[in-house]
């Protein structure tokens, strides 16, 4: 890969842990509504709430827990108490306060590639949150570049590519998520490794089998530097 300059990390579950604790605040309303509802008909709204609001609210915490207030709303029939409500801005903020995890043997990866590429992040989310976290990860330091996205589509990452003054071959982008890490990438002639988490978002989640002579996919971040 003599061409590749820059290589881009997402951050949520790529560096660290993330989508666990959402499932875990999930798994907390889906019992404040089980009076409504059963469990697995509360998520599944809470899902279609979260997904219609992206447009709106972007991704992160804070969409979605102005997205749990809408789904016990219309799931209560708008009967929903004062103190259910505060029960649910308590566990986002919770999420907001949580310790950041790094995963297994990403610093050591960052360590060696500092120097020989140009390290970007490049995730989705609320930008304050994101800047908070990669702060408190300690890994801010083997960055030169910090790009908080509202989407990761094909321009998005065009841009960011434009931004960087590089060629699409000249850029590597690593993430847990196929659809929004590799596949956009891809697409524009990047390379894309997927590194897959244990637990994915559903709306994440992609079921056909990916093929393409810049993909690769590793069960560890370490497993890059044999490629490199």
Not at 202 to 225: D, G, W
Request: with cysteine; aromatic share 8%; glycine share 6%.
């Amino acid at each position: 890969m003599n061409k590749l300059k820059v290589i881009a990390f997402d951050a949520d579950d790529t560096l660290w842990v993330n989508e666990p604790y959402f499932q875990e605040v999930e798994n907390k309303f889906c019992e404040m509504m089980e009076d409504y509802h059963p469990q697995h008909t509360i998520s599944r709204e809470l899902l279609k709430i979260e997904i219609a609001n992206l447009s709106l609210y972007g991704y992160g915490v804070k969409g979605y827990i102005l997205s749990m207030i809408e789904a016990a709303l219309h799931i209560s029939g708008k009967t929903i108490s004062i103190e259910a409500i505060e029960k649910i801005l308590d566990l986002g903020k919770e999420m907001l306060e949580k310790p950041i995890e790094l995963l297994d043997g990403v610093e050591e990866v960052l360590q060696q590639l500092q120097g020989e590429y140009r390290l970007v992040v490049a995730t989705k989310g609320d930008l304050l949150d994101q800047e908070r976290k990669l702060k408190k990860s300690g890994l801010e330091k083997y960055f030169h570049h910090i790009e908080i996205m509202s989407d990761k589509q094909e321009a998005d990452y065009q841009k960011l590519i434009s931004h960087l003054d590089i060629a699409p071959e000249e850029f590597m982008m690593i993430g847990n998520s196929l659809k929004s890490d590799v596949l956009p990438v891809l697409k524009l002639g990047g390379i894309g490794v997927h590194v897959p988490y244990h637990t994915t978002w559903a709306h994440e989640t992609v079921e056909h089998k990916v093929e393409h002579e810049n993909f690769y996919q590793f069960a560890h971040a370490n497993e890059v530097l044999a490629i490199l």
